[in-house]
T-cell receptor
Framework: DAKTTQPNSMESNEEEPVHLPCNHS???????IHWYRQLPSQGPEYVIHGLTSNVNNRMASLAIAEDRKSSTLILHRATLRDAAVYYCILSPAVAYSGAGSYQLTFGKGTKLSVIP | SAVISQKPSRDICQRGTSLTIQCQVD?????MFWYRQQPGQSLTLIAT?????????ESGFVIDKFPISRPNLTFSTLTVSNMSPEDSSIYLC???????????FGSGTRLTVV
C-alpha cells in the first residue's frame, strides 16, 4: 500500500479554520484518499474521502492536489470537540469493487489541539 | 452509518485466563474487523472477521491466541486467550458495507492483564 506522511501534531485556535496536510507522493492513479479521526477515549470515526475532485460534507472539506501527491483536510471552524488524532489513509480502487473485504491501515496521524 | 455496541468496555483480568469481547452492529454489514491499540499508539489490524468462515489474520497474530467468531452479518467476537500483561491494550471492532460509505468503529475494550 502507498504510504502517507502527516505532521505529528498541530495547534489551532478555536473558531478558526484548520488545514491538516497529508503527503502521499507514491499514490497510484486509482487510490482513494480517506480521512478518519479519533477523539480521546473513542474509536475512530469516518470524516471524508475522495479520489480526484475536492469533496465537501457536513464535517469537513477535502482538497486534493492536481497531481494527487498531497491532500488537505479542512475544518472550516475548529471547535474544542475537533481536538483529535486525524488519520490520512489510502486505499486501492479494488476495495470498492465489492470483491471481498478491504481493511484500513492506520499510520501515526496528526494530533490536533484546539486552543480556546 | 452502522452503530456498534462493544462489550465489555473495560476489564481487568488475571494472567493465564481468557476474555471474550463482543461486537454487535445494529444493521447487517459485509465487513467486520478487529484492531488493537496500545496506549498512545496507532491502530494495528488483528484480523478480518469473515461470516461463515475462518477469520483472516494479519502477520503476528494467530488464531490460537485470538480466536474470532462471526456467526452472522451483525455479530462478532474476539477472544484473547491465555493472557499475559503484554496483552494489555485497547481492542476495537470495526464494521461497514464498503469503504465508500465509511467504516464504523466501536468505542473499544480497555483490557488490563495483571
Amino acid at each position: 500500500d502507498a504510504k502517507t506522511t502527516q505532521p505529528n501534531s498541530m495547534e489551532s485556535n478555536e473558531e478558526e479554520p484548520v488545514h491538516l496536510p497529508c503527503n502521499h507522493s507514491t499514490i497510484s492513479g486509482t487510490d482513494y484518499i480517506h480521512w478518519y479521526r479519533q477523539l480521546p477515549s473513542q474509536g475512530p470515526e469516518y470524516v471524508i474521502h475522495g479520489l480526484t475532485s475536492n469533496v465537501n460534507n457536513r464535517m469537513a472539506s477535502l482538497a486534493i492536489a492536481e497531481d494527487r501527491k498531497s491532500s488537505t483536510l479542512i475544518l472550516h471552524r475548529a471547535t474544542l470537540r475537533d481536538a483529535a488524532v486525524y488519520y490520512c489513509i489510502l486505499s486501492p480502487a479494488v476495495a470498492y469493487s465489492g470483491a471481498g473485504s478491504y481493511q484500513l491501515t492506520f499510520g501515526k496521524g496528526t494530533k490536533l489541539s484546539v486552543i480556546p | 452509518s452502522a452503530v456498534i455496541s462493544q462489550k465489555p468496555s473495560r476489564d481487568i483480568c488475571q494472567r493465564g485466563t481468557s476474555l471474550t469481547i463482543q461486537c454487535q452492529v445494529d444493521s447487517q454489514v459485509t465487513m467486520m474487523f478487529w484492531y488493537r491499540q496500545q496506549p498512545g499508539q496507532s491502530l494495528t489490524l488483528i484480523a478480518t472477521a469473515n461470516q461463515g468462515s475462518e477469520a483472516t489474520y494479519e502477520s503476528g497474530f494467530v488464531i490460537d491466541k485470538f480466536p474470532i467468531s462471526r456467526p452472522n452479518l451483525t455479530f462478532s467476537t474476539l477472544t484473547v486467550s491465555n493472557m499475559s500483561p503484554e496483552d494489555s491494550s485497547i481492542y476495537l471492532c470495526s464494521a461497514g458495507t464498503g469503504l465508500g460509505y465509511g467504516y464504523t468503529f466501536g468505542s473499544g475494550t480497555r483490557l488490563t492483564v495483571v
